[in-house]
């Protein structure tokens, strides 16, 4: 597993961490490998899920850090999301 991947499922884990979030999110990294996300937390894996975020890694990582909006990003294009709209919204909650 990349670095990113392996930096991104701590600070995840981090953002998880007393959550109320309950269904399944795989973070898609282009080029560095999945993330997926669920009521234990996050860990590198690429499995089926309820919602797949995709992005580059340096759109990622400002999304972790906070620099970027997760919906501005899906508006502007640099993230893509594929499957269930209302999990994806959890996951930016949770992630704002």
């Known amino acids: 597993m990349s ?15 007393g959550s109320d979030f309950d269904g399944t999110a795989k973070f898609d990294i282009e080029g560095e ?15 089926e899920a309820d919602v797949t975020l995709s992005a580059d890694a340096e759109t990622f990582q400002s ?8 919906t501005s990003a899906f508006m502007t294009g640099k993230l893509k ?8 919204m ?6 704002g």
């Open 81 to 88: 999301i594929d499957g269930d709209m209302g999990m994806a």
């Open 90 to 95: 959890k996951l930016a909650a949770v992630l």
């Open 63 to 70: 999304i972790l850090e906070g620099d970027t909006n997760p």
């Open 3 to 17: 670095d990113i991947v392996n930096e991104a499922v701590v600070v995840l884990n981090e953002k998880l961490s």
């Open 33 to 47: 490998g999945a993330v997926m996300m669920d009521e234990t937390g996050a860990r590198a894996a690429d499995e």
